[in-house]
């Protein structure tokens, strides 16, 4: 899997964000290169981990769908002799 990279834009909110986290619950001020250091850090360490929480949570949206159109077809199949199982 390839390093999550972020957009010039996401990357600057992102920080900002690092920042204003570090102020307002640790009453600590980071700069932008230090908040940045941190993303990179966290990106590249547990970055997969959320990566795959996301696959994962895709593909019970997924398979939930599949179930709903699975059953809205059973809902519709004509009744006939032959049984498919």
Known sequence: MAM???SREEKALIVR?????FREE????IGQFDAEFLLDFFAEELGAYFYNRGLYDAQAVLEKRLDSIAEA??????????SKF
Do not use: N, S, V
């Not at 640790?26 to 001020?29: G, N, P, R």
């Open 4 to 6: 999550i990279e972020f």
């Open 26 to 29: 640790l009453e600590q001020d």
């Open 17 to 21: 964000r690092i920042q204003l986290y």
């Open 73 to 82: 077809i059973g809902e519709i199949e004509k009744p006939t002799e032959f």
